[in-house]
């Protein structure tokens, strides 16, 4: 089992910053293949945010969010970040971070998810 805990999220304006934080545990963290980040706005469906690959850093964005969103993990601190610059009110959503164990498969664990919000 991987526990996850989300933080950072909350209520900012349009043009703003937010970090997001997610602090996996439960789990060597070698047996991480990549770590990302989901969205879902009221009325829709979860959507790929971010992920970026555990053990390489290598990473991928949403179109919607590349240039504006940067994902990066500390390895030490088994900690996961989503850095969010010129947020949009569009962004509002809960924000859920991720793990999987083999980059070919599904992602296994799922934190709780949390807010956030940009306001026009």
């Known amino acids: 089992q991987v526990q996850l805990v989300e933080s950072g999220g909350g209520l900012v304006q349009a043009g703003g910053s937010l970090r997001l934080s997610c602090v996996a545990s439960g789990r060597p963290s070698s047996s991480y293949a990549m770590m990302g980040w989901f969205r879902q706005a009221p009325g829709k469906e979860r959507d790929f945010v971010a992920s970026i690959t555990w053990s390489g850093g290598t990473t991928y964005y949403a179109a919607s969010v590349k240039g504006r969103f940067t994902i990066s993990r500390d390895y030490a601190k088994n900690t996961v970040y989503l850095q969010m610059n010129s947020l949009k009110p569009e962004d509002t959503a809960v924000y859920y971070c991720?793990?999987?164990?083999?980059?070919?498969?599904?992602?296994?664990?799922w934190g709780q998810g949390m807010q956030v919000t940009v306001s026009s």
């Open positions: 991720a793990v999987k164990l083999s980059e070919a498969g599904l992602y296994d664990y």
